[in-house]
C-alpha cells in the first residue's frame, strides 16, 4: 500500500517523463478541478481523491483525531448508487454511468476508512456489496473489475472486508477465497518468498517488494492500519507446494527483511534513473514486518523512516502522512514525535481542521481553524507519477496503486 494505489494514473501516462529523485520532485500538476473543500491535499485529485482521503480519515481515527464532518461527507458522497467509488467524481451531485471509472482500491480504501470511524455501516455494506460482486473466479481482484487478480487489489479488498466485519475465508468465488488467490501469487523460496504483483504477459511472475508489503497484510486478513502482531523471531522462508497463508506472511516478511537488511529501505528501480530510496513502499514494509512478527521486526526501516522520511511527506501530503501514521501504529512509536515530526498535526494541516484532536498529553482539544494549509502539501507528486512509470515499464495495464498507496519493482 502506498500513495501508488490509483491505477487510473495511466489514463495520464502522455505526461509522464523521466523520474526525479523522491525529494526532489517536482508536485503534480495543478488541480484541473476546483478543489472541494473537505478534500484533504492540495494537488489535483483526479487520480487519487478517495484514495488519499480514505488513507487521511484512517490515519486520524487510527491516532484518536476526529476527522471534520464535511471532510467524512465528502468522501461518502463520492459513493456510487451501486457501492463502488471512483479515484474521484468532480460533480457527486451526477449519477454514476458506464463511462465513470469505479475501482477497487479506492472502494476498498473507503471501506477501511469509513467502517474506522463508525456511524457509516450502509455505505460500507453497500461498498462491501459491489466488491464481492466483482470478485474473480480465482478469489481476488484486479484494480478494475473484470481485471486480472493482483496482489495489491486483493489485499486492500481482503481489509475492506475485515474491517467490515466479514472473514475474508468465507469470501469465495469459483470455489476460491482471496487467500487462494494471494498465495498462488507468492513466490517460492528460490525467489526469496516474495509475493508478485501478477504474472507478466507470458505468465511469468517477478518478486515485487510492494505486492509483497501488500501480500503478508493480505494473508494476514489485515488492513491498511494494522498493528503489531505476536512477538516472534525473524521470519524464514519454508517451501511446501503453495503455502499456507500464515507461511506466505513469514516468507513474505522474510523477503522485506532481507531486503532492508543493509540500509535499512526498500529501493525503488526505474530504467534511466539511478536506484534511491522508496519512502512509501518502505513504510508499507514496516506495517507489514511488524504485523507479521512483531515491532521489534520492523525497529531497523522503522529507524530509517525517522531520520529520512519527512521532507518526502511534506512534498507527497495526506497519503504519505497517513502510510507513516500507519509505521508508527504499527510499531508503537509515538505519530507526534516521528524522528523529530509531529505526523498528526502535519496530517491535520493538509485539510479541514478536524473536529477535536486527542492530544499525547490527554484530552480532547477542539479545533477552530477550517483553513487549508497547502504550503508544504504536493500529495502525490512523485509518488502517483513514480508509480505510472514502473506499471508502464512492467507492461502491466490497469486491471494502483497507489498512495499513495496509496500500490513496483519491475
Given at each position: 500500500m502506498n500513495v501508488r494505489r490509483s491505477a487510473a494514473v495511466l489514463a495520464a501516462t502522455a505526461v509522464?517523463?523521466?523520474?526525479?529523485?523522491?525529494v526532489?520532485?517536482?508536485?503534480?500538476?495543478?488541480?484541473?478541478?476546483?478543489?472541494?473543500?473537505?478534500?484533504?491535499?492540495?494537488?489535483?485529485?483526479?487520480?487519487?481523491?478517495?484514495?488519499?482521503?480514505?488513507?487521511?480519515?484512517?490515519?486520524?481515527?487510527?491516532?484518536?483525531?476526529?476527522?471534520?464532518?464535511?471532510?467524512?461527507?465528502?468522501?461518502?458522497?463520492?459513493?456510487?448508487?451501486?457501492g463502488a467509488f471512483?479515484?474521484?467524481?468532480?460533480?457527486?451531485?451526477?449519477?454514476?454511468?458506464a463511462k465513470l471509472m469505479v475501482d477497487t482500491n479506492s472502494t476498498a480504501a473507503a471501506v477501511q476508512a469509513l467502517a474506522a470511524l463508525g456511524g457509516h455501516e450502509a455505505a460500507a455494506e453497500k461498498a462491501?456489496?459491489?466488491?464481492?460482486?466483482?470478485?474473480?473466479?480465482d478469489g481476488g481482484w484486479g484494480y478494475a473489475p473484470g481485471g486480472a487478480s493482483d496482489t495489491n487489489s486483493t489485499s486492500v479488498v481482503v481489509g475492506a472486508l475485515a474491517a467490515a466485519g466479514k472473514k475474508p475465508a468465507e469470501v469465495v468465488?469459483?470455489?476460491?477465497?482471496?487467500?487462494?488467490?494471494?498465495?498462488?501469487?507468492?513466490?517460492?523460496?528460490?525467489?526469496?518468498?516474495?509475493?508478485a504483483y501478477q504474472p507478466d504477459k507470458q505468465g511469468k511472475s517477478s518478486a515485487n517488494a510492494d505486492a509483497t508489503a501488500a501480500g503478508v497484510l493480505g494473508v494476514l486478513g489485515e488492513g491498511l492500519a494494522a498493528g503489531a502482531g505476536k512477538e516472534a523471531d525473524a521470519a524464514v522462508c519454508a517451501d511446501a507446494g503453495y503455502p499456507g497463508p500464515r507461511q506466505a506472511a513469514a516468507n513474505g516478511a522474510a523477503y522485506l527483511a532481507k531486503a532492508v537488511a543493509k540500509d535499512g529501505y526498500l529501493i525503488s528501480v526505474l530504467p534511466g534513473a539511478e536506484n534511491q530510496p522508496d519512502y512509501g513502499n518502505t513504510a508499507?514494509?514496516?506495517?507489514?514486518?511488524?504485523?507479521q512478527g512483531g515491532a521489534e521486526q520492523a525497529r531497523k526501516p522503522l529507524t530509517w523512516?525517522?531520520?529520512?522520511?519527512?521532507?518526502?511527506?511534506?512534498?507527497?501530503?495526506?497519503?504519505?502522512?497517513?502510510?507513516?501514521?500507519?509505521?508508527?501504529?504499527?510499531?508503537?512509536?509515538?505519530?507526534?514525535?516521528?524522528?523529530?515530526?509531529?505526523l498528526v498535526a502535519a496530517l491535520n494541516a493538509t485539510g479541514p481542521a478536524p473536529q477535536a484532536t486527542d492530544r499525547a498529553t490527554g484530552g480532547l482539544q477542539r479545533e477552530d481553524s477550517d483553513d487549508h494549509d497547502g504550503a508544504e502539501d504536493s500529495d502525490d507528486g512523485f509518488?502517483?507519477?513514480?508509480?505510472?512509470?514502473?506499471?508502464?515499464?512492467?507492461?502491466?495495464?490497469?486491471?494502483?496503486?497507489?498512495?499513495?498507496?496509496r500500490k513496483r519493482q519491475p
Open positions: 509522464i517523463g523521466a523520474a526525479a529523485p523522491a526532489a520532485a517536482s508536485p503534480s500538476p495543478t488541480p484541473s478541478v476546483a478543489l472541494p473543500s473537505g478534500l484533504y491535499g492540495s494537488t489535483d485529485p483526479t487520480y487519487d481523491g478517495v484514495w488519499r482521503q480514505s488513507l487521511a480519515l484512517l490515519a486520524q481515527d487510527t491516532v484518536g483525531v476526529e476527522p471534520a464532518g464535511k471532510a467524512v461527507d465528502w468522501l461518502t458522497g463520492q459513493q456510487c448508487a451501486n471512483a479515484a474521484f467524481r468532480a460533480d457527486p451531485a451526477q449519477p454514476c454511468d462491501v456489496g459491489w466488491l464481492t460482486s466483482v470478485q474473480n473466479a468465488k469459483g470455489g476460491n477465497s482471496p487467500y487462494d488467490a494471494l498465495t498462488k501469487l507468492a513466490l517460492p523460496c528460490a525467489a526469496g518468498g516474495a509475493f508499507d514494509a514496516v506495517v507489514a514486518l511488524a504485523a523512516l525517522q531520520h529520512h522520511a519527512a521532507a518526502w511527506a511534506r512534498q507527497n501530503g495526506p497519503a504519505a502522512y497517513a502510510q507513516l501514521v500507519f509505521a508508527a501504529h504499527a510499531t508503537g512509536t509515538d505519530p507526534r514525535a516521528f524522528g523529530g515530526t509531529d509518488g502517483v507519477w513514480w508509480t505510472v512509470g514502473v506499471f508502464l515499464v512492467a507492461g502491466i495495464g490497469i486491471g494502483f496503486l497507489i498512495s499513495g498507496r
